[in-house]
T-cell receptor, first 108, second 113 residues
Framework: GIQVEQSPPDLILQEGANSTLRCNFSDSVNNLQWFHQNPWGQLINLFYIPSGTKQNGRLSATTVATERYSLLYISSSQTTDSGVYFCAVEHVGNQFYFGTGTSLTVIP | DSGVTQTPKHLITATGQRVTLRCSPRSGDLSVYWYQQSLDQGLQFLIQYYNGEERAKGNILERFSAQQFPDLHSELNLSSLELGDSALYFC????????????FGPGTRLTVL
């Protein structure tokens, strides 16, 4: 299989702060997505980003496939950003792997 | 709202029983995926179907089976349930079978007592 590791595992931020979440993967991937799992358990799509850079409001993501990592940037964090952030990759043979997650808490 | 629906939202059953979880993909999506999320194993890929055919298998136990019907909805059958099967089960869908963005349903929370 493939190892998908995320860092940091836990993050506590003051509202308004910026943060960078990292996703490392141990082999080439065909696909990469970032998700936010809110406190109610719903997995919300953030980015579909097998390579390159994308931005959506306060969030942006960059995947450097050749170096096997992806970054998720959150700027001006809000309490509603709290939850767990996952990256997920598609590997050979249509196998899908989720990372270990980063648990984010934004305090007012 | 992702457009993917799952029923039921919650399910409580006893060890040894059998349950069926149902998923309806987004309109137009041909692929359905099933995942299990538990505290000790994290989010694990179980199985994928594309237009009615099994496309890929992940960490799906032999006690579990799935199918995708002609109307593209899918069912995940879990049998001989054990305490360790208690988890959140997600269904996702995508337009095609490969290299596609997946959209997740709200999940079914299964509790085995």
């Amino acid at each position: 299989g493939i190892q998908v590791e995320q860092s940091p595992p836990d993050l506590i931020l003051q509202e308004g702060a910026n943060s960078t979440l990292r996703c490392n993967f141990s082999d080439s991937v065909n696909n990469l997505q970032w998700f936010h799992q809110n406190p109610w358990g719903q997995l919300i799509n953030l980015f579909y980003i097998p390579s390159g850079t994308k931005q959506n409001g306060r969030l942006s993501a960059t995947t450097v496939a050749t170096e096997r990592y992806s970054l998720l940037y959150i700027s001006s964090s809000q309490t509603t950003d709290s939850g767990v952030y996952f990256c997920a990759v598609e590997h050979v043979g249509n196998q899908f792997y989720f990372g270990t997650g980063t648990s984010l808490t934004v305090i007012p | 709202d992702s457009g993917v629906t799952q029923t039921p939202k919650h399910l409580i059953t006893a060890t040894g029983q059998r349950v069926t979880l149902r998923c309806s993909p987004r309109s137009g999506d041909l692929s359905v995926y099933w995942y299990q999320q538990s505290l000790d194993q994290g989010l694990q890929f179980l199985i994928q179907y594309y237009n009615g055919e099994e496309r890929a298998k992940g960490n799906i136990l032999e006690r579990f089976s799935a199918q995708q019907f002609p109307d593209l909805h899918s069912e995940l059958n879990l049998s001989s349930l054990e305490l360790g099967d208690s988890a959140l089960y997600f269904c996702a869908s995508s337009l095609k079978g490969m290299y596609n963005e997946q959209f997740f349903g709200p999940g079914t929370r299964l509790t085995v007592l």
